[in-house]
């Protein structure tokens, strides 16, 4: 039977609460222990991946196929336990099954209210292999008084309640704002926050307060005494370097004994970090830097390319070089040269996204990195930019575009060289899709099994003819253009294993240019970098030796 830490948080958002719990995972690991996170999200979408990525950040996509939480990516990057659609839960989706439930007759004509029915719900979702791990961490979305958030806090409380005396504890995250007026840690916000922590019910067992400063004993003390925890309950989490640095510095404050002395575990078994000390040494010992490109069409908000970001991380670790990310917005350059703004790159990646906006400067961003020789990585829409340039530039299709960008003009304009994709196999069904669908939850998603082409770029990368990746796509490369682009060089060198499906380019006069259907960035680790993202920097580095 698993026992729960429920992770909340308090003052103000975006303290690192996902950081915070992923960091407690890998120490739990650490120490022999079997962990599973899951996030509970107040909002009322059913789950995120209609929202904007600028409101939202970036839509982490599980093997399973559920479009989740970033947070659910840092869980993966720091445990390397794969999230499942089991691991992601909103108040949308809650409400939804209830009254999915009430529609059947399930409830015997009860009235439906949020205590029972709702918080019912948010607890059986809780109890979901729970007898798989030793550890299950579950972080509540928000801040301690949202008003969206009351029924998760009420349905923890009572779960915490319902099960035997000490195999939950709370963890509660707070902020210490410095005032520099007066040179003083004030420990008002954090009082006032468990105090509204209480008020509900739960009494929180350990504070991780975010700080700038060091917090002096007094302060640690004082804030023991007011928010009655212990005093070594009380964990500082300062700025970092690098996120990978929060393992060690959260062990160096004593996070993961003070949750096993919570739960009375003694002795507690010893840590063993050599991973993360390897980790950190990677990141702080480096022989050089490169610098790489992110064309995108949502570069003003960095957790929109959250996964991106990190997986180049992970690809600079594994080749010790510093990896320098410049986000470049695709848009600027739609009616003009990419050359100008592009010029001094190492490699260049272009990621996915939606809709037309930014497309055309994608486009000249993939034709820079042929033309020049540069290393250059399209990631799902960057894929479908790549061929629609190789069929407009060397082809000769110059109408060669995407239904998806006619679908949304409504009206015809190019030749569709990719197309809206209407069905495919999942395990032994076949899926059917219409243009107009409904949005959520209906494009392709999740792990799909690909087979390379024997001798190219990506089979001697993975080192395997069959790979499994995660995917999030509704448009598709049409197979029939597939001859007229392999004449010119551009070589479909992965695809479904039934073949009607392209899953990676690449062109073969090319030191590096490589497209996949695909999101690798969605399973690289800082101890276990992607092969696709190690290659791509380890060319990014041969590619600035020439410059």
Known sequence: MARFVFITGGVVSSLGKGLASAALGALLQA????????????????????????EHGEVFVTDDGAETDLDLGHYERFTGVPARNTDSISSGRVYSNVLEKERRGDYLGKTIQVVPHVTNEIKDFLHIGEDEVDFMLCEIGGTVGD????????????????????????????LLPYLAASGELKTKPTQHSVKELQSIGIAPDILVCRSEHPIPDKEREKIALFCNVRKDSVVAAYDLKSIYEAPLAYHKQGLDQAVLDAFNISPAPKPDLQIWNDVYDRIHTTDGEVNIAIVGKYTQLEDAYKSFKEALT????????????????????????????????????????????????????????????????????????????????????????????????????????????????QGNAKIMRKADDNKGGTMRLGSYNATLTPG?????????????????HRYEVDTKYCARLEEVG??????????????????????????????????????????????????AVESSRLV
Not at 31 to 54: E, I
């Open 490 to 539: 551009l070589c479909f060198s992965g695809m479904s294993p039934d073949g009607k499906l392209p899953e990676i380019v690449e062109w073969t006069d090319h030191p590096w240019f490589i497209g996949v259907q695909f999101h690798p960035e969605l399973k690289s680790k800082p101890f276990a970098p992607h092969p696709l993202f190690a290659d791509f920097v380890r060319a």
């Open 31 to 54: 120490r022999g222990f079997s962990v599973r996170l899951r996030k509970l999200d107040p909002y009322l979408n059913v789950d995120p991946g209609t929202m904007s990525p600028f």
């Open 314 to 425: 992970h690809g600079g670790m594994a080749n010790r070089v510093k990896v320098n990310v410049s986000w470049v917005d695709a848009e600027v350059f739609d009616s003009e040269d990419a050359a100008p703004y592009l010029e001094g790159f190492h490699a260049i990646l272009v990621p996915g996204g939606f809709g037309e906006r930014g497309t055309e400067g994608k486009i000249k961003a993939a034709e820079y990195a042929r033309i020049n020789k540069i290393p250059y990585f399209g990631i799902c829409l960057g894929m479908q930019m790549a061929v629609i340039e190789a069929a407009r530039n060397v082809v000769g299709m110059v109408n060669a575009g995407s239904e998806e960008f006619d679908f949304e003009a409504g009206k015809k304009r190019f030749e569709p060289v990719v197309y809206h994709l209407q069905e495919w196999v």
């Open 147 to 174: 008003i969206e958030g009351l029924p998760f806090f009420e349905a923890i409380r009572q779960f915490s309640h319902d099960r035997p005396r000490g195999e939950c504890i709370f963890m509660h995250l707070t």
């Open 456 to 472: 190219s770029k990506v089979a001697n990368i993975y080192g395997s003819l069959t790979i499994e990746e995660r995917h999030r």
